[in-house]
């Protein structure tokens, strides 16, 4: 199977074609054309935190309606029932489940803001009962997953849009035109940063879930662990087995941009990743300090991930160019900091308002954040996780071999220490993990040679909370 882009928009067309006016065969619910003046009625899943953004967002654009809010987390659902009231003037349905949202067949848009591990699954059970979906960065918990719901998408003719805003930025698509033109010479590095300041956690006890949380649908496809209120409701970003830690959080959203601004990349032909988790001793197990590099032949992408303070702390994407008028080996740094983002010509209002557009035109075109791009670039964050947690602790002091050879990475890995030596780290006492080097095949979306990397680009589903082989 090509996994082109251009082939797949191609597919996609036509599947909605085919299928846009007529049940799809195999589904709970038909696949229906909605009209330009028709309601469209909108779950949004996931209601806490990002969830709110998604009831604001789809309930200002004209005759979308936030008909139903689900969550297992019933606790919630008064105060983000007066949100919607308050602001559009109706009451949602609340639902802790959302396999009863999925059998509704008034619900026309799934609209995902649950933790990581849900996103690829609720997605694709959306796809296959004739919904279109709105899902949240990232994708997928995994490549494997992700790589099933761009199937289901294809296969069932669904509008499946990915909640990396920046796709639908007029300025960064121009600059992402001028790079591919060669107006700004040769790319030599697309550096993607993540500078959050993310605190400790602390320890906390298992105890009962509250009786209003179902804890066994919150824990979904992930195998069933004790309750703490460490992960309900926003520190399971930092455990493997509900979130990627900051790089498959924030971190997508610049991943996405440093990965649009190499011309025609998708996978690349190798990662390692370092990093750890410096300055605090919690319950959290992802990297709090991390650094990816991403090999693409000509042009390398760097991702720098740090949680701790520094002068650097804000997300943003520099550029690296070789200079086209000076010598070589001269190089100038494009810095996209500043780049405006007006969306007027990348679809109507904002990411949410483009979705809209797609759902009622029925064209995969008219999307800007494409489910297959959603996939690649969550994709390239769940690449360096696997090769971080196959990597092996060794001391600062001990000169890595991770980056031998190439003075571009070993550039950032000193960023990297100079970094943690301003938090107050003795580097000549810390350990970091250097990951294992992994070779990508694109084609297979699998690791060359290396079963142990393998197993961790999919996960053992627990029943019947399982991505499906065949969607």
Not at 221 to 230: D, L, S
């Amino acid at each position: 199977m090509s996994h082109s882009r251009r082939t797949f928009l191609k597919q996609s067309a036509l599947a909605s074609t085919a299928f846009g006016a007529f049940a799809i065969s195999g589904t709970k619910s038909s696949g229906k054309v909605i009209g330009a003046n028709e309601r469209i009625n909108v779950a949004v899943c996931g209601i806490k935190g990002r969830g709110g953004s998604h009831m604001g967002s789809l309930g200002r654009v004209q005759n979308v309606s936030i008909s139903h809010l689900v969550d297992p987390d019933s606790r919630l659902f008064e105060s983000r029932t007066k949100f919607v009231n308050s602001k559009f003037k109706n009451k949602p349905d609340c639902i802790q489940d959302v396999r009863k949202a999925l059998e509704n067949k008034d619900i026309d848009v799934i609209s995902v803001a649950t933790p990581n591990h849900w996103h690829s699954l609720m997605s694709i059970w959306a796809c296959q009962a004739g919904k279109d979906v709105y899902v949240e960065k990232p994708l997928s918990h995994n490549v494997y997953e992700g790589r099933k719901l761009v199937e289901a998408a294809e296969k069932y003719g669904r509008i499946v849009q990915h909640g990396t805003q920046s796709r639908s930025s007029q300025g960064w698509a121009n600059k992402a035109k001028e790079i591919a033109e060669g107006k700004h010479g040769k790319l030599e590095v697309s550096l993607g940063t993540c500078h959050k300041r993310r605190g400790s956690i602390g320890f906390k006890d298992a105890k009962t879930p509250p009786s209003e949380l179902d804890f066994d649908v919150w824990t979904g496809p992930a195998q069933m662990e004790k309750y703490h209120e460490n992960l309900v409701h926003y520190n399971w970003h930092w455990f493997w087995a509900y979130g990627n830690g900051d790089i498959g959080n924030q971190g997508v959203h610049q991943m996405d941009i440093a990965r649009w601004m190499i011309p025609g990349a998708m996978w690349p032909k190798s990662v390692v990743s370092v990093g750890g988790r410096f300055g605090y001793k919690d319950q959290g197990e992802t990297a709090n300090t991390q650094l990816a590099i991403f090999d693409y032949g000509e042009s390398l992408l760097v991702f720098d991930v740090r949680g701790l303070s520094g002068k650097t702390n804000m997300g943003v994407s520099n550029h690296q160019y070789f200079d086209k008028d000076a010598k070589v080996g001269k190089k100038k740094v494009l810095n996209l900091k500043g780049v405006k983002s007006p969306v007027a010509d990348r679809g109507p209002g904002d990411n949410f308002a483009n979705f809209i557009t797609a759902v009622r035109s029925r064209k995969t075109t008219d999307m800007n954040a494409h489910v297959l791009e959603g996939h690649v670039s969550s994709g390239l964050g769940h690449l360096a996780n696997v090769s971080y947690r196959l990597g092996e602790k060794q001391g600062f002091s001990k000169k890595s071999k991770a980056f031998s050879g190439n003075k571009a990475a070993s550039e950032y890995l000193e960023r990297m220490q100079e970094h943690l030596k301003e938090n107050g780290l003795k580097l000549e006492e810390t350990d970091y993990v250097v990951g294992r080097h992994l070779t990508f095949d694109s084609k297979t979306e699998s690791f060359v040679g290396d079963a142990e990397a393998n197993k961790l680009l999919t996960r053992k589903y627990r029943a019947p909370y399982v991505v499906p082989e065949k969607v």
